[in-house]
């Protein structure tokens, strides 16, 4: 009897995707961070560099389902996040896997979340994240071009309302040190009028 060989439907390009993303969030330095993961995991670091290369290639090295496990293992994710992202769900009536729902990130923030991102910020960024996936030539490279000059636009605006802000914060200030100059100067005068300061008792010649 033959055995029919189980196709487990896995995309290795997007499991290293997911698998690098975690990898980049944990280790913001690029020169030192496939090293310093290949120590966390417990593999060559030749391995990561093919697994993870710098620069994208065409063929891409397949990963090895002990090398999924033990990254898994040691970042405390389930090795079926990394393997299908969401957890895909079962057709009983069909006997099929139907679209990937998202119990799992529903559930547990993704790990590059802050803790005051909304439902709709991590929707956002979901969307955006599968656009750049998609690799297509024209979108792309549109959204990354207008990314930067919205982030540039955004930055602008938030370094000159600081400015302004700091401005008043000066302003407000140089009026409180003029006010408190103005009294004293009102008060030395006072004190050197050789009339002296007027108390309403002199008497009337």
Request: hydrophobic share 30%.
């Amino acid at each position: 009897m033959s055995r029919k060989k189980i196709n487990l439907y896995l995309n290795y390009r997007e499991i290293l995707i997911r698998i690098g993303d975690v990898k980049d969030g944990i280790y913001k330095e690029k020169k030192t961070r496939n090293k310093k993961w290949a120590e966390l995991i417990g593999v060559s670091e030749s391995l990561v560099s093919q697994l993870h290369p710098q620069k994208p290639r065409v063929e891409i090295k397949e990963p090895s389902l002990e090398y999924i496990i033990a990254v898994a293992n040691k970042t405390g994710k389930p090795p079926e996040w990394y393997l299908y992202g969401d957890m895909p769900t079962t057709d009983k009536e069909n006997n099929l896997i139907s679209e990937p729902h998202s119990a799992f990130d529903a559930n547990r923030k993704p790990h590059f979340c802050g803790p005051d991102w909304t439902d709709d910020d991590i929707r956002y960024c979901k969307q955006l994240k599968k656009i750049l996936d998609s690799k297509n030539e024209v979108i792309v490279p549109a959204i990354i071009s207008n990314l930067a000059a919205f982030e540039h636009s955004v930055t602008e605006e938030k370094r000159k309302s600081k400015e302004i802000d700091d401005l008043k914060s000066g302003m407000k200030k140089k009026s409180s040190e003029m006010k408190d100059l103005k009294k004293r100067l009102m008060h030395l005068e006072e004190l050197t009028d050789p009339a002296g300061p007027n108390t309403g008792t002199d008497e009337v010649e």
